[in-house]
């Protein structure tokens, strides 16, 4: 299986801060990888795919850049309604994993 | 406006049965992958199946199989998971998700979720 290590697993940070959260597959997925963000009680909400494409509806201020093993999604200014747990996940083969969540709180 | 509906959770006893279901609309169901992917409450997303667009092939995390079987009924756009031999551990909101044919297997809407817990 492909492990999946994101990091930080939380990261306090205020309204126009530039966040970076990074997820390292124990094994090459070329650029098979999708980004997501979850808050509180709901479902996640698909962000980034194939590691650097913005799924519609998505703000600008979301960027995701990588391919192998090494990938990376920034957000370039925080704003209020980005607090919440961003997870990456392999959408190289099965068994599809996630990386453990990233929680962005509030400074 | 895509929409997944989930359904079938509750409390069971560990050894039982629990038969998932999620009906799916305002797209052609039939011509979508879909998937279920778990959350324990506070904790991370696991990936649990997947069944192809004609329902002909699957797969399933090693944690489920043997246990679970994941079908789909395309006339009536519902997707299932049957859940059998239930252990405390597979106690969780399930969701069910659309593969997205974005590239690679990934999940582009999301059902609301149904908890199921296993407990004596």
């Known amino acids: 299986d492909i492990q999946m290590a994101q990091s930080p697993s939380s990261v306090s940070a205020s309204v126009g801060d530039r966040v970076t959260i990074t997820c390292r597959a124990s094994?090459?997925?070329?650029?098979?990888l999708a980004w997501y963000q979850q808050k509180p009680g709901k479902a996640p909400q698909l962000l980034i795919y194939?590691?650097?494409n913005l799924q519609t509806g998505v703000p600008s201020r979301f960027s995701g850049s990588g391919s192998g093993t090494d990938f990376t999604l920034t957000i370039s200014s925080l704003q209020p309604e980005d607090f919440a747990t961003y997870y990456c996940q392999q959408a190289n083969s099965f068994p599809l994993t996630f990386g453990g969540g990233t929680k962005v709180e509030i400074e | 406006e895509v929409q997944l509906v989930e359904s079938g959770g509750g409390l069971v006893q560990p050894g039982g049965s629990l038969r998932l279901s999620c009906a799916a609309s305002g797209f052609t169901f039939r011509s979508y992958w879909m998937h279920w992917v778990r959350q324990v409450p506070g904790k991370g997303l696991v990936w649990v199946s997947r069944?192809?667009?004609?329902?002909?092939?699957?797969s399933y995390a090693d944690s489920v199989k043997g246990r679970f079987t994941i079908s789909r009924g395309n006339a009536q756009s519902t997707l299932y998971l049957q859940m059998n031999s239930l252990r405390a551990e597979d106690t969780a909101v399930y969701y069910c998700a659309r593969d997205g044919a974005l590239g690679g297997f990934l999940f582009d809407y999301w059902g609301q979720g149904t908890l199921v817990a296993v407990s004596s």
């Open positions: 194939t590691a650097s």
């Open positions: 094994q090459g997925i070329s650029s098979w």
């Open positions: 069944i192809n667009s004609d329902g002909s092939s699957t």
